[in-house]
Every structure is written in structure tokens, then in C-alpha cells.
């Protein structure tokens, strides 16, 4: 039994700003950030925002895009560091990386499976 369904592939990307010179306030990253995920992507399933020592990092798994396919994935970073050089400036930079946590990777082996499960008690 697959328990993602038919199709369904489900991605995790690491998104960072490395900042130069300018300090973007964290409510701007993150209504920035949604905004361009909701562009790129059509939807975000969930989205983390997390403020680092040299900048930020914003961390998504999303459902649907071809995680797998390189030409994709190297199109997404074209247009993460296009965001970060108009926000922060040419001096900023951005790196996107993509891990697949579900679905098929179209190279014909199993597709990956990916189940969450909520926290039982305190950790």
C-alpha cells in the first residue's frame, strides 16, 4: 500500500539568505518569503522561518513540484537568488536546496515514502 497516493510527490526546501550590509525585519521575510512560495509553488503544506547570524533561513515542504527533476530545481534557484538580490540588494545571496521525501524519483526504483505522525507527550 502507498500511503501518499497515486502521484503524489512531496519536497522539503532549505532556502537561505545570506545578508550583506542590509538587516530585513523578520515580519518582512516572512510575508516576502510566503509571497513568493504562493507564486512559485501555488501552495506551501508548511513553512518555517528561521533567523541566523547571517541572515535567514526558510525552510518549506510543499507538494507537487518535480523535486527531482534538475533542470527544475536549478530554475528555482535562478529565481530564489533573483528575489534575494531585489530585497536585500546585489551584495546578498541566496542558495535553494531540494530534498524529495516522497513520491517517485521517475528513475524506477520504489518511490519514497513519507509519514508523519504527531508527538506523543513531551520531548
Known amino acids: ?13 532549505d532556502l537561505r539568505v545570506y545578508e550583506v550590509g542590509r538587516h530585513v525585519p523578520r515580519a518582512d521575510v516572512e510575508y516576502n518569503a510566503a509571497k513568493w512560495l504562493r507564486a512559485g509553488f501555488g501552495s506551501a503544506g508548511r513553512v518555517k522561518v528561521e533567523s541566523r547570524a547571517w541572515g535567514w533561513v526558510v525552510r518549506c515542504v510543499i507538494e507537487g513540484p518535480p523535486a527531482h527533476d534538475p533542470g527544475y530545481v536549478a530554475s528555482v534557484r535562478r529565481q530564489w537568488r533573483g528575489f534575494i538580490e531585489q530585497g536585500w540588494g546585489p551584495m546578498s545571496y541566496g542558495l535553494a536546496e531540494v530534498r524529495l521525501l516522497a513520491g517517485s524519483r521517475e528513475d524506477g526504483k520504489p518511490s519514497a515514502q513519507l509519514i508523519e505522525m504527531p508527538r506523543i507527550g513531551a520531548v
Open 1 to 13: 500500500m502507498n500511503p501518499n497516493g497515486q502521484g503524489q510527490r512531496w519536497s522539503e526546501w
